[in-house]
């Protein structure tokens, strides 16, 4: 009964926190992650001193990256998905008073930014060559910000106040894209361009969209090589790597419990098949005798099954209360998923009766096979 009770437990945790991470993993991140590398590199402040010089110094290996054998898209942003690093503002919509003061996320973004990530334009259109320093200011906003902002209005032409950058227009409106994580809220966020604000900082991240992965870690350290050998990169990794690492933790309890759960089940497999092959041998003169009277071999498996089944239920009566006394701190690592989740709580119930009878089975089978008057005259 203990050895059922724990397994089932087991079981059904491994169920619960399988399903929660499965949920999590089919969450869209909003652009497709295969073939894209993201690079970080620092621009040393002894060898650029000047604002203009690491501007300079983005345009050329902008220029270099996109040289690369296989390089479909390059851009850059200020900080990207999954690669740790944000920016927050304090901003308005320009005659949207009942709405007053937001919390943005903020991201400056330069190149083929939109069309390297693959993340969809909705409405309006990217950035332009002709958005630079002295043109008048322009934004993209995500759909949340579009929704949660504006609601029904036409988001295009809308005018939006970040205090000491003046007022910008919205000239586009993008899909949403998971920040950090994949279960972490999608908040309100503005794209701002990269050459109007001048904004190409010492840390910079770049985003490359290849026809494949194989040779862009090469082709980019020369790049950035061929532009100053004495510019560091940081380190450079694929985008699907970084979102599998964001769901690391929930993975590693997700098989943990799993495999506990499936050693749980082979002990209690073995000792169920241990129990039953006890029991038939310590009966075999009450079998023996049954046959005798006209019992047939189906109906004795039947009744050791039948005892077997009754052993099954009282252990996982016991699992389930303590199911019903422990899940509920599962809850903090579930996403979508309910800790006492009747499906997986089933299912576990039906794998422990499948593992129990099917254990059963064979010394059941040895039971049926006896020779009553073997076995009446050995006793």
Do not use: C
């Amino acid at each position: 009964v203990v050895q059922v009770a724990a397994a089932f437990v087991l079981v059904a945790g491994a169920g619960v926190l399988g399903r929660s991470f499965a949920s999590l993993v089919s969450i869209d991140p909003g652009f497709p992650t295969d073939r894209l590398l993201v690079v970080d590199l620092e621009v040393p402040g002894f060898l650029y001193p000047e604002a203009e010089d690491v501007v300079g110094f983005h345009a050329a290996l902008r220029t270099e990256l996109a040289a690369i054998p296989g390089v479909l898209s390059v851009g850059s942003a200020s900080d990207l998905p999954f690669a740790g690093g944000r920016s927050t503002r304090t901003g308005r919509v320009i005659g949207r008073d009942d709405i007053g003061e937001v919390s943005l996320m903020v991201h400056t973004i330069g190149g083929d930014y939109f069309q390297t990530m693959g993340v969809p334009l909705l409405s309006g259109r990217a950035f332009e060559s002709s958005d630079r320093d002295g043109a008048p200011g322009v934004a993209i906003i995500n759909e949340t910000a579009r929704r949660e902002l504006l609601g029904e209005d036409d988001p295009l032409g809308q005018r939006i106040s970040f205090g000491r950058d003046g007022e910008l227009s919205v000239v586009g409106v993008v899909a949403d894209v998971s920040p950090g994580s994949l279960t972490e809220e999608i908040r309100p966020t503005v794209y701002l361009a990269a050459d109007q604000f001048g904004l190409h900082g010492r840390y910079q991240s770049y985003v490359l969209r290849g026809a494949n992965m194989a040779g862009l870690f090469s082709g980019v350290r020369a790049a950035v090589a061929a532009v100053d050998p004495g510019v560091p990169l940081l380190w450079a990794e694929g985008m699907d790597r970084l979102v599998a690492n964001s769901v690391a933790e929930p993975r590693f309890r997700t098989v943990l419990v799993a495999g506990l759960a499936g050693l749980a089940a082979i002990l209690a497999l073995v000792g169920i098949y241990g129990v039953v092959a006890y029991i038939v041998t310590r009966r075999t003169r009450e079998i023996g005798i049954r046959m005798a009277l006209g019992a047939d071999g189906r109906t004795i498996v039947a009744r050791v099954l039948s005892g077997v089944s009754v052993l099954v239920l009282s252990g996982l009566a016991v699992g389930m209360l303590v199911v019903a006394l422990t899940f509920g701190h599962l809850g903090q690592f579930l996403y979508q998923v309910v800790p006492l989740d009747p499906a997986s709580l089933g299912i576990a119930g039906l794998a422990m009766m499948l593992v129990a009878l099917g254990a059963s089975w064979v010394p059941a089978r040895r039971a049926a096979r006896l020779d009553p008057v073997r076995v009446l005259k050995e006793e």
